[in-house]
C-alpha cells in the first residue's frame, strides 16, 4: 500500500507541474496572417509548441520560425511567419 501511494504522490507531482505550464501557454497568443485571405487569426503558444516549424523547404525570412499553419476562415494551409 505504500508504494502505491508513493507512486500517486510522485505522479501527482509530475503531472500538476506540466498542467500549470500548459495552461499559461494556452492564455498567450501569436498572430498570424493568411496569405491567400488576409485573415488575421490568433494561435496560442501550446499549438505553436505541437506545430510544425520551418525545415528549409519553402522560403521564409532568415532568423523567422515559421509555422505550417491552417486559416480559420478559408482553410488554406501554409506556411506563416508571426506578425509581431
Known sequence: MNQFALALLIFAGLVIPFSLVAIDYRKKFREFQCRKC???????????ALTIQFRGKDPAPAGTAAYRLKCPKCGDKSWLVPLD
Not at 488576409?38 to 503558444?45: D, E, T
Open 38 to 48: 488576409s485573415h488575421n487569426f490568433k494561435v496560442s503558444y501550446l499549438r505553436l
